[in-house]
């Protein structure tokens, strides 16, 4: 009689088999409802992952903030390795390191194509940023252009002063402010409760932003301004990042550079699919403002930029050649 001992014994069952290998199931954390823009690239990057790895590597996307995390907490709940990736709004980091404020600087980028060129110029500095703190940067996709949800079109001057509307960073406060707005700085989390008790009258932010959180239940109407298509990153834990197979890795780049180009995708038709939905839903949509508004935005908000550049230092001037650079070709 054959005598085994226990490792050969357990292989020979297909215990050893079953223990070399077991599946990598991961955590991503957004707080942004499941049918936004950037909920649909992060369940888009979660599929791709799972297919190029025959489902050996699974990830759970956890929207509206479900894990308790807003975007703000992301970046240390990532690095701590208390969830291993998250989608965030980048402009909410901009109290952790001003560079990633710069997507959301009010009218540097405008349209889809400067945005691009903009991130491209920017993402070096994002990657060490995040390189920094445990983090690897996988992918990055802008929301929709932001503008105004009202109660009434604030395509004025007028319309505008005295408004409480709510602002997403700093930059953004300050210059509503001093356009004679009344801004209140707050996360998305924050917003539904502040319309439901009228604590704000007004949300700068993007149609498709309004749209998922079906903002025609306190508001009648959004006002195209062009304000700036900020960005939403997904970030990973380094260390759960080295603990996979280099196969594995591979898959995680891979997928992540198929979903960034999923979300910049996205954006061509998006803009036409929320207007349309919007009006569905008794939405009114307003796409010129005033000459006058638009002047006195642009004058707010150029006092921000030049503080945004004071903060960052030299690597501001460097990106910001490097963008006109590439706008100039």
Known sequence: MNKFTLPAFAIALGLGAATAHADVNLDMSSEYPVSSIHAQTADFFAKTLADETSGDVNVTVHHGGALGYKSVDHYDAVGDGAVQLASSFSGAWSGINPIFLVSSLPFLATSI?????????????????????????LYAAPWPASGFWAK????????????????????????LQNAGASPVQLSWGDVVPQLTTNGIDAVLTSADGGAGSQFWEYLSDFTEVNYALPLQVTHMNRDTFDDLSDEEQKAVLDAAKKAEAFGWAALETRVKDNYAELSENGVTVTKDISPELLALLKSSAAPQVEAWKERVGDDAQTLLDSYDAMRAQ
């Open 113 to 137: 194509d400067d945005t691009k060129k903009l991130y491209e110029a920017t993402r070096p500095f994002y990657e060490k940023a995040l390189e920094g703190d445990n983090q690897i940067f």
């Open 152 to 175: 009434q079109p604030i395509s004025s001057v007028d319309a505008l002063k005295g408004l409480k509307i709510r602002t997403f960073d700093t930059p953004g406060t300050k210059t």
